[in-house]
Structure formats: C-alpha cells, structure tokens
C-alpha cells in the first residue's frame, strides 16, 4: 500500500467526510461500470456500489485494507456482486421448485412470478397441439384423464402418455427457463 492509501484509509477510520466525498468521487463510477458488466444489471449495479460506499462509511472504524485502496473496493464490489448472484440462483431455484411442484399436482394457480407464467406459456405454445389441449384441460380445466379421453375422442392411456409429455417437454425447458429467467431478472 503507497503513501496516499495509507494517509486516506487513516482518514476513513477517523471519518473524515472529506476522505468519503474524494474516495466516492475518484471511484465510484469505474465500480459502477465494472458491476453492471459483472451483472449486466444497472439497478443493481448503482445498489451494491452505493451500500459498499455506506458500508464503509458505516464501518470505517473497523477497515483493515492491506492492499491498494483501489484493489479493496474492486474485490468488494466483486464479492458482492457474486453474492446478489447466488441469491439470484436461490431464487431461480425456489421458482424453479415450485413450477415443478405446481406441474406434478396438476395445477398453475398459485404461481405467483408472472415471468414464469410467460416462460410456461412459450413452453405450452411450442407442444404438438393435442400434446397442448391435454396439459390445458388436466392443468388449466382441471379435468380427471377419463375426461380429456372422452372430450378429445382418445384413450384415457393416450391422455396421461401426451400429459407425461407435456411435463417432460417443461421440465427439459427448465435449465434454459432457470438461464432465460436470470436475465429478465437483471434487465
């Protein structure tokens, strides 16, 4: 660390305002820059830079930086973008769990993520179209397979094979809906 980082992480841990306003000025903008290419998320990007710059002002008496000042906030700003990463991947995760509950019990009522209801449509709108009337009247209508057989002039067998389908067809979507879903998160 040269003479200037020393000098200004000594004022950052006497709180000097001054300290933050030159700190803040000189980088916040190439932090900004390097988390939006990081998440490819502005909002989020402005959010961790600025709860770094309050965290360390927040936290100034207890900064231990041994290296470059600049190197520090870089490696923070790296750090947390990561962990807004693994909390999208939570979250990915948690939707992706619960359309795949909703698709096993039969029912798309109590997903709440639009966004996942639009994924699920694209899925649905690509299936053959008896493939789509099955998974609609099981899913959308709630009819029992006995049902769908005698609505669409087919063997209740049929009906459960093209619904098994349909389930397979969602769930081998569910990697590129899980990647697709992670990027209309951070647009």
């Known amino acids: 660390m040269d003479e200037n980082d020393v000098l200004l992480v000594k004022q950052l841990k006497d709180r000097k305002e001054e300290a933050f306003v030159s700190l803040f000025g000189q980088y916040y903008n190439s932090l900004y820059r390097f988390a939006a290419n990081y998440l490819c998320d502005p909002e989020a990007a402005h959010d961790i830079v600025q709860e770094l710059f309050t965290d360390l002002f927040e936290k100034s008496a207890?900064?231990?930086?041994?290296?470059?000042?600049?190197?520090?906030?870089?490696?923070?700003?790296?750090?947390?973008?990561?962990?807004?990463?693994?909390?999208?991947?939570?979250?990915?995760?948690?939707?992706?769990?619960?359309?795949?509950?909703?698709?096993?019990?039969?029912?798309?009522?109590?997903?709440?993520?639009?966004?996942?209801?639009?994924?699920?449509?694209?899925i649905v709108d690509k299936m053959p179209p008896k493939m789509k009337e099955v998974f609609r009247l099981r899913v959308v209508e709630d009819y029992k397979f006995k049902e769908i057989a005698e609505e669409l002039g087919i063997t209740e067998n049929n009906a459960k094979v093209q619904m098994n389908g349909a389930v397979r067809m969602i769930r081998e979507k569910l990697p590129d809906l899980k990647k697709r879903l992670f990027f209309m998160i951070i647009w």
């Open 62 to 122: 207890e900064l231990n930086i041994v290296t470059s000042v600049k190197a520090y906030l870089f490696t923070a700003t790296r750090n947390r973008c990561l962990s807004f990463l693994r909390s999208l991947k939570i979250k990915d995760t948690h939707n992706r769990n619960m359309l795949e509950a909703h698709l096993y019990s039969d029912t798309v009522d109590a997903i709440e993520e639009p966004s996942i209801l639009d994924e699920l449509q694209e």
